[in-house]
């Protein structure tokens, strides 16, 4: 049986490009999120990711972009619920995105081990039901209930490791002597004096930032921004059938530590799945899900600019404005203790400024509840003719605290304070 709308219908009877989906064929690799896992699943189906980090949003294409002005991603429905958020593949993502973050993808605060099947209507027949929001595909998400007479009490732990496929070693970054010798030389051949490190500080706002040849360093920015990543995903489930009632309650722990260093996402859910029957043609069933994900961002922007003026760093200036012979700390200026100082945190060319939490903050919270209740009453003497009701309602709210101080902002520190809150109730009587 495949789920197709507001019913189900035997696979082979259908007309339509439907593809389904198991629930154990999402869940065979780790993800942060369900539609990362249907990359490869379904014909005609292409799955992008925006970013490496966990809890990015991903792009999901049905039979390529259907669209040049207009929206090009698929309607997404879990338990008959329309999603919030836009389905949550945008590529923009959830919540506030600033120093160079990515938003929260709405989909990875929904646990995949919750997940029973997944249907992808891919053709026009999809507008039938939801109208002008199928064009673009629809993706039908069914959640687990109780099956057979015996009750089953599952856990699950997975562990995972992550790294870069080809990273910047693999593509040959230079060195510092190196990047130093070919600077010289094409200054030579272009006729100018060898190579003086303060007309690339000319724009950096610290007074300290001042360096002779002999007191330049050769830094690997690439080891100081990223690490081997890992995750840790521990699900716990209970349920069981009886003929007149069933259900299937979950809790799932997830935690995910990205290969740039300070980015990390933990995700807690709830789920509860209730379906009975209190009279023998009325059935009642109920849906619930509760979770909570916690984001700390890694800066991975560029130079300070805008009224925010703060120098990200990060992976991305790490690739294109960082030069490997300015050194992490200054080579003779010390602090007030006498401990070392940062050498020119303020220009954002120096990596380890925002990477310690004393200095930078970028934090989400994000709170989802989706809930629905659904009546059927079959019709006595009628075989196959029922009734149905169904009222849902998708809740999400994201809450981002940015922060700086003076080490990577001039004159003063910076603060800034965004909530955004998505609802809908949706009903079919």
């Known amino acids: 049986m495949v789920v197709v709308g507001y019913g189900t ?7 339509g490009a439907v593809s389904s989906i198991e629930g154990k064929e999402l869940t065979a690799f780790s993800a942060t999120s369900m539609d990362q896992s249907l990359q490869g699943l ?5 799955v992008t990711g925006s970013s490496g980090v966990p809890g990015a949003p991903t792009r999901v294409l049905i039979r390529g972009t259907n669209s040049l002005f207009s929206g090009t991603e698929p309607l997404w429905i879990i338990d008959g619920m ?15 995105n600033a120093g160079g ?24 027949a999809a507008t039938a039901v939801y109208g002008s929001r199928g064009a673009n595909g629809v993706i039908i998400v069914t959640t687990k209930s109780g099956k057979g007479g015996k009750g089953t009490l599952d856990l699950n732990v997975n562990y995972g490791i992550s790294d870069v496929v080809r990273g910047p070693n693999e593509i040959g970054f230079v060195d510092g002597p190196t990047w130093l010798a070919l600077a010289d030389e094409s200054r ?31 830094v690997n920015y690439f080891d100081e921004v990223l690490r081997q990543g ?22 799932n722990y997830r935690r995910d530590e990205s290969i740039l260093v300070g980015d990390l996402m933990e995700r807690m859910s709830l789920r509860s799945n209730f379906d009975f029957k209190p009279l023998e043609n009325l059935s009642i069933g109920t849906r619930l899900q509760l979770s909570y994900v916690n984001r700390e961002r890694a800066a991975n922007g560029g130079a300070p600019g805008g009224n925010a003026n703060v120098g990200n760093g990060g992976y991305n200036f790490a690739n294109t404005g960082i030069i490997p012979i300015l050194p992490l700390f200054h080579p003779t200026v010390t602090g007030r203790n006498g401990n070392p100082i940062l050498f020119d945190p303020l220009s954002g060319r120096n990596v380890l400024a925002n990477l310690d939490r004393a200095n930078y903050i970028n934090d989400q919270d994000t709170y989802r509840a989706i809930a629905g209740v659904n009546l059927q009453y079959n019709i006595p003497f009628v075989q196959g003719l029922s009734i149905r009701s169904e009222l ?15 080490v990577i902002r001039e004159d003063s ?3 800034f304070d965004n909530a955004q809150t998505f609802q809908r109730i949706n009903y079919k009587l």
């Open 9 to 15: 219908q035997v696979k082979r009877d259908m007309l």
């Open 42 to 46: 379904a014909a005609g189906v292409q």
């Open 82 to 96: 329309i999603l919030s958020g836009q389905g949550g593949g945008e590529i923009g993502g959830f919540g506030r």
């Open 101 to 124: 973050a990515v938003g929260l993808n709405p989909l990875a605060t929904i646990n995949p081990n919750d997940i029973e099947s997944v249907e992808v209507l891919k053709d026009a």
């Open 188 to 218: 030579l051949n272009a006729g100018l004096a060898e190579f003086d490190p303060n007309e690339v500080l000319v724009s950096g706002r610290d007074p300290n930032a001042v360096l002779t040849r002999d007191q330049l360093a050769d």
């Open 230 to 251: 890992s995750s840790t995903d521990i699900n716990l489930s209970s349920s069981r059938a009886t003929e007149n009632l069933n259900y299937y309650i979950s809790g």
């Open 392 to 406: 849902a309602a998708d809740f999400l709210h994201a809450s981002n605290i940015e922060w700086a101080n003076t």
């Open 413 to 415: 520190k910076y603060g």
